[in-house]
């Protein structure tokens, strides 16, 4: 499978937030970029708004690359399904991947 040039960066937590619409949320944009044809980059954790984007984008085809700074390795667990997981030593370099794999920037609660 051949990555999209058209990557779409989401910054999301890995809580699930203190609304039922965070969630939904998560899951509509992801859904919505994978059937539009959009790749996205995200943190990697298979965690709280983190885990129900990236599961709404795969179960729609999409293309979805993680990525996990080491720090938080042991403390979050990194998505199971992911084909392409990135390990970073820190925060800003996550943030600089998540920036250079992508086109825009999507942010979340």
């Known amino acids: ?6 990557r779409v960066a ?3 937590g890995g809580h699930a937030g203190g609304s039922p619409e965070y969630a ?3 899951d ?3 859904r919505g970029l994978a059937r539009a044809g959009f790749g996205i980059v995200f943190g990697g954790s298979n965690l709280g708004l983190m885990g129900k984007l990236a599961y709404a984008a795969l179960e729609e085809g999409g293309q979805v690359i993680g990525v996990l700074p080491d720090s938080l390795m042991g403390r979050e667990t990194p998505f199971p399904e992911l084909r392409d997981l990135r390990r970073v030593p820190d925060f800003p ?4 991947m998540l920036l250079n794999l992508s086109r825009a ?3 979340l609660p």
């Open 10 to 12: 989401v910054f999301c």
């Open 105 to 107: 920037v999507v942010a």
């Open 93 to 96: 370099t996550r943030k600089t």
């Open 28 to 30: 509509e944009v992801g």
């Open 1 to 6: 499978m051949t990555l999209s040039p058209y």
């Open 24 to 26: 939904q949320a998560a």
